[in-house]
Nanobody, 115 residues
């Protein structure tokens, strides 16, 4: 299974972006789908996750602003990002954990929040 992330770009503070993570196979085969982000010199950090049962979890810094969701018919997971701040600038990666506990990563998509 391959994961393809897209949707990054340049946005002004306070703006919105929606990231997409399209899977080459069924996302129903994943126990967990998640978004991580990474800035230069820092470790990749969890932003949001969505379990196969529909439970979600968010980093404190994005709670109330970001929403993770999925469309099983399109085999795609989304990250809706609202009220973006300069500190949200990062490369965002999608991640999937299969039922066999294998981790899959998509390529990163760069989000830049700047005026």
């Amino acid at each position: 299974v391959q994961l393809q992330a897209s949707g990054g770009g340049l946005v002004q503070p306070g703006g919105s972006l929606r990231l997409s993570c399209a899977a080459s196979g069924s996302i129903s085969s994943f126990d967990v789908m998640a978004w991580y982000r990474q800035t230069p010199g820092k470790q990749r950090a969890l932003v949001a996750l969505l379990t196969s049962g529909g439970s979600t979890s968010y980093a404190d810094s994005v709670k109330g602003r970001f929403t993770i969701s999925r469309d099983n018919a399109k085999n795609t997971v989304y990250l809706q990002m609202n009220s973006l701040r300069p500190e949200d600038t990062a490369v965002y990666y999608c991640n999937g954990i299969s039922r066999a506990q294998t981790a899959y990563w998509g390529q990163g998509t760069l989000v830049t929040v700047s005026s």
